[in-house]
């Protein structure tokens, strides 16, 4: 089992609408031990059976939190420094 790191780094995706992206986000987060989170909506499901159908067997390695809105996920972190990009 991967034991988290003392200070890790959050990877953030807000609204993710491709699944293999968040995939490939998953798949480095479990290597490196960062964290995952996810902003709803979700254009995607992340339930167990969704997951194994995509082969996305690694997902037990992330350290994944989900949160309803943004303002949640600054609530919980004010203090975070942010590093912010977009495709758009």
């Keep these: 089992m991967l034991e988290p790191l003392a200070r890790p ?9 491709i699944p293999p992206n968040t995939g490939n ?3 480095l987060c479990a290597v490196t031990g960062c964290r995952l989170i ?4 979700l254009g ?4 167990d059976r969704q997951l194994k159908r995509a082969g996305l067997d690694y997902w037990d390695k992330v ?14 972190y004010p203090d975070a420094r942010r590093w912010l990009f977009s495709a758009r």
Aim: glycine share 0%.
């Design 9 to 17: 780094l959050h990877l953030v995706l807000v609204s993710p609408q």
């Design 25 to 27: 986000v998953a798949r």
């Design 38 to 41: 996810l902003v709803e909506p």
């Design 44 to 47: 995607f499901s992340i339930d």
């Design 63 to 76: 350290f994944l939190r989900l949160y309803p809105t943004y303002a949640a996920y600054a609530a919980d």
